[in-house]
Nanobody, 119 residues
Framework: QVQLGESGGGLVQAGGSLRHSCAAS????????VGWYRQAPGKQRELVAA???????NYADAVKGRFTISRENAKNTVYLKMNSLKPENTAIYYC?????????????WGQGTQVTVSS
């Protein structure tokens, strides 16, 4: 079984910064693509940023230049650094990882962490 443990959410004033962590634990061979998603109240879950096993990254237009996704493969951990936060970034943030387990790949979700940005 694979688990994704998230940490790093919280309450911050507009213009502030936070860093999320998503750490994979359990039995698996490797981690492929990892994405950070968010879901604001009354809205659908949307992709914020993603990184592949090769290190490629992509970002939603709304966060380009402010958010940075990175990974530390030795720790099976992916980070999302969020700078210049805005009230509209308030949401629950989730990580999603495609993990290689025996003979196949599976998707796993983290438990989600709340980010609240006050104006």
């Amino acid at each position: 079984q694979v688990q994704l443990g998230e940490s790093g959410g919280g309450l911050v004033q507009a213009g502030g910064s936070l860093r999320h962590s998503c750490a994979a634990s359990g039995s698996f061979f490797s981690i492929n693509t990892v994405g950070w998603y968010r879901q604001a109240p009354g809205k659908q879950r949307e992709l914020v940023a993603a990184t592949t096993s090769g290190g490629s990254t992509n970002y939603a237009d709304a966060v380009k230049g402010r958010f940075t996704i990175s990974r530390e493969n030795a720790k099976n951990t992916v980070y999302l650094k969020m700078n210049s936060l805005k009230p509209e970034n308030t949401a629950i943030y989730y990580c999603d990882a495609t993990v290689v387990v025996t003979y196949t790949q599976k998707h796993y979700w983290g438990q989600g962490t709340q980010v609240t940005v006050s104006s």
